[in-house]
Antibody, heavy 120, light 107 residues
Framework: QVQLQESGPGLVKPSQTLSLTCTVS??????????WSWIRQHPGKGLEWIGF???????DFTPSLRSRVTILVDTSNNQFSLKLSSVTAADTAVYFC????????????WGQGTPVTVSS | DIQMTQSPSSLSASVGDRVTITCRAS??????LNWYQQKPGKAPNLLIS???SLQSGVPSRFSGSGSGTDFTLTISSLQPEDFATYYC?????????FGLGTNLEIK
């Protein structure tokens, strides 16, 4: 059973960079035809796909965040990470990592989510 | 971006009821439509992929149908554990967008 776990600071100051890591267990990031996504949910709102990475390092991002997002993969530690620069209060959300089917692009395994607040 | 419109946004129903939630895409997405269930404080759980493919472990009372722009999620006989928020998601093209959700409440 694949499991994902997000980790990182729960509080980030405005204009700084949000950094989160997703650790994958029960399977290897490099073992299959999957992408590894970051998705966020603003308080009381719907879901927003941020972007994904393959184990080879191929990425795609939602256009509205593309200029501020970096997603990296670390296959040796079975992790992938998210960096979101120049954050504002609008980036306050619960951030999820998720495994993404590379053919149909659905999200079949999710982390529990980690809340991030942007505030001074 | 492809816009996903779900209806209704909220729904009150009773245990044993048959419930249908609809999702409309702003453009043709073939069968690249997925359904998720989310309970408060939890991550979404994938129920159905590719419009009608039930995920392993998901009860057979859940079913999905549709293609092109119009899709439905049906719960044939509501159980107490089904009261949650349901989201559709298009996976036809990036950015992969979700509907705003349908909050299914107990009547």
């Amino acid at each position: 059973q694949v499991q994902l776990q997000e980790s990182g600071p729960g509080l980030v100051k405005p204009s700084q960079t949000l950094s989160l890591t997703c650790t994958v267990s029960g399977g290897f990031i490099s073992s299959g035809d999957y992408y590894w996504s970051w998705i966020r949910q603003h308080p009381g709102k719907g879901l927003e796909w941020i972007g994904f990475i393959s184990y080879r390092g191929n990425t795609d991002f939602t256009p509205s965040l593309r200029s501020r997002v970096t997603i990296l993969v670390d296959t040796s530690n079975n992790q992938f990470s998210l960096k979101l620069s120049s954050v504002t209060a609008a980036d306050t959300a619960v951030y999820f990592c998720a495994r993404t089917n590379s053919g149909w692009y659905f999200f079949d395994y999710w982390g529990q989510g980690t809340p991030v607040t942007v505030s001074s | 971006d492809i816009q996903m419109t779900q209806s209704p946004s909220s729904l009150s129903a009773s245990v044993g009821d048959r419930v249908t939630i609809t999702c409309r895409a702003s453009q043709h997405i073939s069968r690249y439509l997925n359904w998720y269930q989310q309970k408060p404080g939890k991550a979404p759980n994938l129920l159905i992929s590719a419009a009608s493919s039930l995920q392993s472990g998901v009860p057979s009372r859940f079913s999905g149908s549709g293609s092109g722009t119009d899709f439905t999620l049906t719960i044939s006989s509501l159980q107490p554990e089904d009261f949650a928020t349901y989201y559709c998601q298009q996976s036809y093209s990036a950015p992969y967008t979700f509907g705003l959700g349908t909050n299914l409440e107990i009547k």
